[in-house]
């Protein structure tokens, strides 16, 4: 089993950064992908960024590409999600997810472990 701990999240304004952790304990870090996903209130849970086991590979969603960054410390047992030129359209609570493998996933089903999640509000 994986437990996850989220935290950073916030309320930061308009064109700010802010900095996302993701604690990992139970099964080896280095053998599962990470993502983050977020939900806005009345929507659907949808897809930010996922990482590969050894951070070679990432993916981005649309609407964050270019903004955010998803490093991961396997020495430390936690990924990040970096958030910069934030937007009051990233207002949502944001939840890291560790993957069935190793590869870097897109969808919520290869996703076996989620943390409990972050609040993150961006005031314009």
């Known amino acids: 089993q994986v437990q996850l701990v989220e935290s950073g999240g916030g309320l930061v304004q308009a064109g700010g950064s802010l900095r996302l952790s993701c604690a990992a304990s139970g099964r080896p870090f280095s053998q599962y992908a990470m993502g983050w996903f977020r939900q806005a209130p009345g929507k659907e849970r949808e897809f930010v960024s996922t990482v590969s086991w050894s951070g070679g590979t990432t993916y981005y969603g649309d609407s964050v590409k270019g903004r955010f960054a998803i490093p991961r410390d396997n020495a430390k047992n936690t990924v990040y999600l970096h958030m910069s030129s934030l937007k009051p359209e990233d207002t949502a609570v944001y939840y890291c997810?560790?993957?069935?493998?190793?590869?870097?996933?897109?969808?919520?089903?290869?996703?076996?472990?989620w943390g409990q999640g972050t609040q993150v509000t961006v005031s314009s």
């Open positions: 997810a560790g993957a069935r493998s190793g590869l870097a996933v897109l969808t919520r089903e290869e996703y076996a472990y």
